[in-house]
């Protein structure tokens, strides 16, 4: 299908949800995001001043805080990637070999699996902010500790379980084929082993968000790109070991104080 004839399909209202929940996404980041100048001032009076104006505090509602700045990560970044697997589900759809209840309960099963990757990457977050190798604006504040999230977001690019993921994500039709289930019941089950493929494709990449700054707009846009990239069937291939070497020679870069 034509990628101008694939657009105009998208008239069900389950394309509003996804695209309103992406814009909803980006406009959380955007809303949290820091201006030039408030970050400056950070720069001029030090920690203390980041410890006012947002610390994350050790209790349910710092938390919450950090999961909901999490789940809008999730959602403007990783929920672009998803859209070839439900366009794809949308045309069995069409077919008569799923209904418009399947399409959205495979949708809610893959948000499932990232709303629980949020609550881990929230808990994470305050873990390492008290043990100070993480800034309340959630950036790294330890040479070693971004080499070391470089150096593994490298490494696992050449992983088995990276290849195998991928593999799955860039073939959404022979997805389904594989797991397919009449029903909505067995539509969120897919959903489910959607989210886990695709959390197997891309957490170490998410986790690159301690280095970057999970306030940091402009970091957080460049690996929205690189992970929609790697999922294509065709330029992914080309991009996935030379995304890992790089990772690798940053993280050498940054240990040695380079960058």
């Not at 992406?22 to 809303?31: E, S, T």
């Not at 045309?91 to 209904?99: C, E, H, K, R, Y």
């Not at 949708?107 to 008290?130: D, E, H, I, P, R």
């Amino acid at each position: 299908m034509q990628l101008s004839t694939r657009i105009r399909a998208m008239r069900g209202p389950h394309w509003l949800v996804v695209f309103g929940l992406v814009l909803a996404g980006w406009a959380m980041l955007y809303a949290m995001a820091l201006p030039s100048d408030i970050r400056a001032a950070g720069r001029l009076y030090g920690a203390e001043f980041w410890g006012a104006l947002c610390t994350v505090t050790p209790d349910a509602a710092g938390l919450a805080k950090l999961w909901l700045m999490w789940a809008a990560m999730a959602a403007a970044m990783m929920l672009p990637t998803f859209l070839p697997a439900l366009a794809t589900y949308e045309d069995l759809a069409a077919s008569g070999a799923a209904s418009a209840r399947g399409v959205l309960a495979l949708m809610a099963g893959y948000l499932g699996v990232w709303l629980g990757f949020s609550a881990l990457a929230a808990g994470a977050q305050m873990a390492l902010t008290g043990a100070g190798l993480v800034t309340p604006l959630g950036q790294s504040g330890a040479r070693w500790f971004s080499a070391a999230l470089l150096a593994g977001a490298g490494a696992y690019q050449f992983t088995a379980l990276k290849e195998a993921c991928l593999s799955q994500c860039r073939q959404p039709l022979t997805f389904f084929m594989q797991y397919w289930r009449p029903g909505p019941a067995h539509a969120a089950r897919m959903g489910l082993r959607l989210g886990a493929v695709c959390l197997g494709c891309c957490w170490a990449l998410m986790a690159l968000a301690f280095v970057g700054g999970t306030m940091n707009l402009a970091w957080m846009g460049l690996a929205t790109v690189l992970m929609i990239f790697e999922k294509l069937p065709d330029l992914g291939r080309l991009l996935t070991r030379p995304l890992g070497v790089a990772l690798i020679i940053a993280a050498g870069l940054t240990a040695a104080g380079v960058i």
